[in-house]
């Protein structure tokens, strides 16, 4: 079992930056790819980034590609995305997920933080 708690959420400008923590509970934290996806309102929850288990290899949707940045720290069970350069259509509830695979769609995780808000302003 992971269980997951995302923070640093908030409101910011267009322009602006922020760095979203997730942290995990469980011992088997390192085994486990780790990934951002995304819900603004009335759309489909969507994959923003991802992990491995190592940190060695990470991925990125197109629409965040140069703009963020997802790393892990095993030491201390946290996954952070920082959020460079952000624009009004980023904001969304993030969700921060657990899985054995590192995969882009909702299906291929297995369990799910609370998710925190970020809202851009124009």
């Known amino acids: 079992q992971v269980q997951l708690v995302e923070s640093g959420g908030g409101l910011v400008q267009a322009g602006g930056s922020l760095r979203l923590s997730c942290a995990a509970s469980?011992?088997?934290?390192?085994?486990?790819?780790m990934a951002w996806f995304r819900q603004a309102p009335e759309k489909a929850r969507e994959f923003v980034a991802a992990i491995s288990w190592s940190g060695g290899s990470t991925y990125y949707a197109d629409s965040v590609k140069g703009r963020f940045t997802i790393s892990r720290d095993n030491a201390k069970n946290t996954v952070y995305l920082q959020m460079n350069s952000l624009k009004p259509e980023d904001t969304a509830v993030y969700y921060c997920?657990?899985?054995?695979?590192?995969?882009?769609?909702?299906?291929?995780?297995?369990?799910w933080g609370q998710g925190t808000q970020v809202t851009v302003s124009s």
């Open positions: 469980g011992r088997t934290f390192s085994s486990y790819t």
């Open positions: 997920a657990a899985g054995q695979y590192t995969r882009v769609v909702v299906t291929a995780y297995d369990y």
